[in-house]
């Protein structure tokens, strides 16, 4: 079976603390439940949660989603995102299924990752090594006004923004997340994958595009 994988960056930082935190718990916990009724997300798609403040952790290995359980995630320290970026890259490197003369692979991945502030440490190897990989669509969000949109545009050209970091906008994100998901899982179940933007369900209120 081929997977459609499925990698979440979160910010987990300590300006991340409270209200946020608790909202991308939130919002994982969603995300899992809605795709659990979607026969065809369950049938293909695999999720990793990466979480990154001073260090960077898997939190969640590849995981088919009948199994996938959130992890309780606490926030502090800084934003170690071009660490976050080559953590994605190595782990995808082990963990998707590369295809060969006889059989296919996995699906190139998807991410999506959120952050709120700016990077505290180099980006530049971990965007390097980001941008070798082979990814799907790659979607970063921007919580709240403190982020660094320019360097997210420099890791894809899908940027999205929260005009807050709180509860209903999280929420709205993640939703998104699951609906992109599920429709990226129907897709592949036809053969095709999707490969931008405009063939996601279009964002939620709460989420604008930030045009290059």
Known sequence: MRRLPVYLLIDVSGSMYGEPIEAVKNGLQLL?????????????????LITFSDKVNQSVPLTEIASFQPPNLSAGGGTSLGAALSEVTKVANKEVTKGTADEKGDWKPLVFMMTDGVPTDSVEKGLSEFKNGKWGIVVACAAGHGADTKLLQRITENVVVLDTCDSTTISAFFRWVSSSVSVSSKRVESGTQVDNLNELPPPPPEISLLKL
């Open 32 to 48: 899992i439940s809605a795709l659990r009724k979607e026969p065809q997300a369950l049938e293909t798609a695999y999720i990793s």
